[in-house]
């Protein structure tokens, strides 16, 4: 089957040499055309222009073929060539592909029994803590089966993605050195287990500058089964935009110290949240200087939060398009 239940975590740490040996026949590099090679392409952060294909690095998902890697790496094609560390090289189609939360699921067509694949199990990344030594495999600027270590930097991170103007909740910063050609490969926890997917760095040079992100293992989980079904992946949302309280705010408006919740700055018409009744800001009117407070939420479905990060992170990890979810809301009080 394709869809793989999230594995038990084992109490046993390997050394790194072993880790690497254990896993790098499952790690892939992607070649993949671009449809204009004109066009410009962010990849990890840096510009691409004139290429006509783009790099990046993917693992395997399980026994039928599924190579799991980002949807900035295939950039949008068809089909894909799949490149395992023994040189062998196996074309592959697209057969499921999320733009939003960057992720694309290809299948090799054609015999690939030769190459004895080995599914990567994937880990609980709610478990993982900050401090935690991970380690990167990929093929950053073409440099095949390269492995990088760190310790997980932060997590539930919201990560914008400037292509769809979505942004992918609860990711996983490391400073595991993250570099183009990276894209797509996993990072794993010192068992082996796959805790995220490296999608992105933080750069002025579009060169490692200590900061990667990593698409969660639970994203990959809940997403994978679907894009291999269905093609294609709903997203929950509400239909908001909303900013952080600002002490300044709470002076002015007279709310207790260090209140906590979401301004809700616009509604979007039609959209759920305007069917159930939440009340935005008066139109014209920033949620940094109100001329009177729209609504608060302070909790969803009984879970306090204190910014927009909060609202989009629960919904993405814990609900599905048609679910319902109950806001606390201040209302003038």
Known sequence: RSGRALRASSTTSTSLPDVFQKVENSVVQITSSKANPNEVIILNGIPETGRSTALGSGFVYDNQGHIVTNYHVVTGGKKADVTFTDGNTYSANVVGEDPNSDLTVLQITGDFSQENVKPLPLANSSAVRPGEQVI???????????ITTGIVSQKGRLLPNPDTGFSIPNTIQTDAAINPGNSGGPLLNTKGQVI?????????????????????????????????????????????????????????MGLPTNYKGVIVGSVQPGGPADVAGLKGLPQGDSVNAPSELGDIIIAVDGHSVRQIDDIINYIESQKNVGDNIKLTVNRNG
């Not at 750069?203 to 989980?221: D, E, K, L, M, R």
């Not at 239909?239 to 002015?252: E, N, Q, V, W, Y």
């Open 196 to 252: 995220g997917m490296n999608t992105a760095i933080f750069s002025s040079t579009g060169s490692y500058s200590g900061v990667g992100f990593a698409i969660p293992s639970n994203t990959i989980a809940k997403e994978v089964p679907l894009l291999i079904k269905n093609g294609s992946y709903a997203h929950p949302w509400l239909g908001i935009s909303g900013g952080k309280i600002t002490p300044d705010l709470t002076r002015a």
């Open 136 to 146: 990167a495999i990929g093929n950053p600027f073409g440099l095949s089966g390269t």
